[in-house]
């Protein structure tokens, strides 16, 4: 396990988002990943933002930080509506884990850090829901991104909807248990 330290980010830490490095600097010949920088350009410029605007919603944003900054970053919310082919009973709590990015400096390692990472989201996402028994948990992830799906299917969430060409994103669900 990783030492980091996890907390909520404010308007403190635009610079400290700003330096958080996500993305590969170029990518593999070949093999375009716009994902990574879509998710790069998020925590960066938009997550603060999106976090504060989006509290009907009851958003949360927190970063992992270790002694080289920013670790690990996620955001998740309640959706406003879930997603009509999903079928989730309208009486269970359902959170949706909108983003999630490993530093460049801890991946590559075999996924343990990332498997860190993504169980800290679940559990603040339970902690968000104490009313409930279960919470259904969806996360979108690219087609073309092998790691996330990968870290997504070793926590136990399963791929509902696929992504293709045409709809990059594909749903993936867990219902997590109390």
């Not at 404010?10 to 093999?31: E, N």
């Not at 509290?55 to 930080?65: M, T, V």
Request: charge should be neutral.
């Amino acid at each position: 396990m990783s030492t980091v330290s996890w907390r909520i980010p404010d308007k403190k830490d635009r610079s400290l988002l700003q330096s958080f490095s996500c993305a590969q600097g170029v990518p593999p010949t070949g093999r375009p990943m716009p994902w990574e920088y879509e998710v790069q350009t998020y925590f960066r410029s938009e997550a603060l933002a999106d976090t504060n605007r989006s509290l009907r919603y009851d958003q949360r944003f927190r970063i992992a930080e270790d002694a080289q900054g920013i670790a690990a970053a996620y955001t998740h919310a309640r959706p406003a509506e879930p997603h009509p082919d999903l079928q989730i009973p309208p009486t269970q709590a359902c959170r949706y884990l909108l983003v999630i990015a490993i530093a460049l400096r801890h991946r590559h390692q075999g996924g343990k850090f990332a498997d860190e990472v993504l169980n800290d989201a679940l559990y603040d996402i339970v902690e968000r829901e104490p009313d409930d028994d279960s919470v259904a948990v969806l996360a979108r992830v690219d087609y073309r991104n092998l790691s996330s799906r990968n870290m997504f299917r070793r926590t136990g969430f399963e791929e509902v909807l696929p992504g293709t060409p045409a709809s990059r994103l594909g749903w993936w669900l867990l219902t997590l248990e109390r």
